[in-house]
């Protein structure tokens, strides 16, 4: 396969991840509102993100998170071999072995989940919440096994290059949390949520993907055998993911964590925060992790390092692009927070202490978009061991540093030193990799950092003097003029990335903008 052929495969399969993680998030914020219009930033809200750690922990030891980064390699040689049928074999045996200890998991999570929620979030364990996270932890954790089966699921239909029945999952398992919130809210308050992800997991994850993966020729076989040779090896790859912390998992906790011994809604701000920066983060950077790893898997397998440091360093350049957006939110952040959030129980008291916290969030989102590329990098050459014992090192060193920042700066210290930890994390892993790779397109990279640091810097200046006049003129105490305020600072900023993107000849915005017409208004190429 060329060069060109690789890439632009990796584009088309990333356009569709990309559509499918952008809709996930815009739902997820609906979600979100949903949540907040039931919950405000309350001890019912900070209860509901409490009783996610269980389950997150859950999906992370089984390595549920990861089952399509160690599973495709493995697979990807069968059927490159024209083998199927051993390698459905394998699949098989992994997922009843696999499938078995969840279970048995989930089982123990729910008899002790009060001891497990007290040692997560000491912070709550004496609060108001403290029994309706422990309720709602006992709802949530079975949704695990679905998560579990999805994964692997999709990782079959990865490996045939099919990516827009996976792409769904995220869309159903959303719209699954919504419905359930609103028709059963009235009956049960905020677990209605909890109830939710149990349905839109099933629904989403395991039902709609294993349609999928029967399309693509999926066989089972009732095998069970820890012991087979390709098991062994499978569970020598994932055994590291499975111990090891990665900073985007870690962050989710620590968050959590220390969020329980600050004031009520501290848990539920930051969550809210750091909702709207995955937007940025899945757009630029999780849709692209997803599709491209396949080919790096192929081109790792083909020993083709120079290819293989080529497509990593370019997709590093257009995920750092999320570099300028970031700024953008930062600027507007009070609006879009009141755009997306306040209504009902989320007040404006709430809309102040999360539109605080929030720019604190986005300045890591790019490091936080560009692990899942760095990070794949080690898994395409199916080295899982050392990216799990260098994150982990980071994520454990990271903790006195966490708690300095919430000691002396509270709320938003946590959020700061969250980010700064993945910032540390990404930078010194890449450079890990292009040691051991030998990358010597890697000052291309840091360069484009630095140009476009530059470029968002001055941009942020001159937005930051524009929404000052604009909210004089237009005050944002209503949704019409914040969201006139956010198409106003929108549409400059487009405007002015791209004059400064032609400027400082940065092909990549060209290519974005370019790629973004070409989908959106696909009838303005024709009738250039």
Avoid at 330 to 345: D, P, S, T
Avoid at 390 to 400: A, E, K, M, T
Wanted: aromatic share 14%.
């Amino acid at each position: 396969m060329t060069q060109t052929t690789t890439l632009k495969k990796i584009g088309f399969a990333s356009f569709i991840m990309m559509a499918s993680v952008f809709a996930s998030r815009i739902i997820g914020l609906a979600r979100e509102s949903a949540i907040a219009w039931v919950g405000g930033a309350s001890f019912y809200t900070d209860a509901y993100q409490v009783a996610f750690i269980i389950p997150e922990i859950l999906n992370h030891v089984v390595a549920s998170g990861f089952l399509s980064i160690t599973f495709i390699p493995i697979f990807t040689r069968y059927i490159s071999k024209g083998e199927e049928t051993k390698g459905f074999k394998v699949f098989s045996n992994i997922f009843n072995c696999f499938g078995l200890l969840l279970l048995g998991l989930i089982l123990i999570s729910m008899v002790f989940a009060p001891s497990l929620v007290r040692i997560l979030a000491p912070g709550m364990a004496d609060g108001p919440g403290f029994d309706l996270a422990v309720e709602m932890t006992r709802i949530i954790v079975p949704a695990q096994f679905f998560f579990f089966s999805g994964g692997l699921f999709m990782a079959v239909q990865f490996t045939r290059e099919k990516f827009f029945i996976p792409a769904m999952a995220p869309l159903i398992y959303n719209a699954g949390i919504i419905l359930g919130g609103v028709i059963l809210e009235p009956v049960m308050g905020i677990k209605g949520f909890a109830w939710g992800v149990l349905g839109g997991a099933f629904a989403g994850n395991f039902a709609l993907q294993l349609f999928g993966a029967y399309r693509c020729g999926l066989r089972y076989y009732p095998l069970f055998n820890p012991r087979h040779r390709e098991f062994i090896r499978y569970l020598a790859l994932t055994l590291p993911l499975m111990l090891g912390l990665t900073m985007t998992f870690s962050t989710e906790i620590l968050m959590k964590f220390f969020g329980s011994f600050l004031a009520e809604g501290s848990i539920a701000a930051m969550n809210f925060a750091i909702r709207i920066m995955f937007i940025l983060v899945g757009f630029f950077g999780q849709a692209v992790g997803q599709a491209s790893f396949p080919y790096m898997a192929r081109l790792a397998a083909d020993q083709d390092m120079d290819q293989l440091n080529h497509v990593i360093n370019q997709t590093l350049k257009f995920i750092l692009l999320v570099l300028p957006f970031s700024v953008l939110f930062m600027v507007v952040r009070q609006e879009v927070v009141f755009i997306l959030f306040q209504r009902g129980a989320f007040d404006a008291t709430d809309a102040a202490l999360t539109a605080g916290v929030l720019p604190w969030f986005l300045a890591g989102a790019f490091a936080f978009s560009a692990q899942t590329i760095v990070s794949r990098g080690f898994f395409s050459v199916q080295n899982t061991l050392f990216p799990a014992l260098f994150s982990s090192l980071c994520v454990i060193l990271s903790l006195p540093l966490i708690y300095t920042g919430m000691h002396f700066f509270g709320i938003h210290g946590v959020a700061f030193t969250l980010s700064l930890s993945v910032v540390l994390t990404t930078g010194l892993l890449y450079e890990a990799w292009n040691r051991k790779s030998k990358n010597t397109g890697k000052k291309q990279v840091y360069l484009f950092f630095m140009k476009l640091a530059g470029l968002s810097l001055v941009s942020g200046l001159i937005l930051e003097i524009l929404h000052r006049w604009l909210v004089r003129l237009i005050v944002p105490d209503h949704l019409g003029p914040a969201l006139m305020i956010c198409v106003i600072m929108g549409l400059v900023f487009c405007a002015g990335i791209l004059v400064m993107g032609q400027v400082m000849n940065i092909q990549e915005i060209r290519i974005l903008f370019k790629k973004l017409q070409a989908r959106i208004w696909p009838w303005a190429n024709k009738t250039n």
